[in-house]
């Protein structure tokens, strides 16, 4: 577990019944998935917002607020990083348009 997000989601697991007062995680928890989902879509319309403005500065810190927010979300939903990270792996040496092809 060394990659940042993989910390990051250990934390985010750990916070799961801590003090919603203490923990902004363990209050995004608590308040269940539809929360949990809806807050990812906030952050990623700010950031698209942000990068059609060309900010890039704002891109960078929406961008860690979207990563953040969908794996508070992959908690809430029962979803490991390692499902994501393999699911990626097994798309490396394929192109876009052969992905693109087999989900026809
Ligand atoms: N990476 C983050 C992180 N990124 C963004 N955020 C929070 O996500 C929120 C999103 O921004 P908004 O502008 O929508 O905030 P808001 O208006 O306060 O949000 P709402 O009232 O709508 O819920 C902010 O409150 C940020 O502080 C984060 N909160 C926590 N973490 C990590 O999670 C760890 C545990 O945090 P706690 O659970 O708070 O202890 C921290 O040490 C960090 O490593």
Excluded: N
């Excluded at 363990?26 to 952050?43: D, T």
């Amino acid at each position: 577990m060394s990659h940042v997000l993989d910390k990051l989601f250990a934390t985010i697991v750990a916070r799961r019944g801590a003090d919603p007062k203490i923990s902004y995680t363990a209050k995004l928890l608590a308040e269940g998935v539809e929360r949990c989902a809806k807050k990812f879509g906030e952050e990623a319309v700010e950031t698209v917002i942000a990068a059609s403005a060309d900010k890039k500065a704002e891109v960078v810190t929406e961008s860690a607020d979207v990563l953040y927010h969908l794996m508070v979300l992959w908690a809430a939903c029962g979803v490991e990083p390692d499902q994501v990270w393999q699911t990626l792996a097994s798309r490396e040496g394929r192109s876009g348009l052969e992905e693109k092809a087999s989900r026809k």
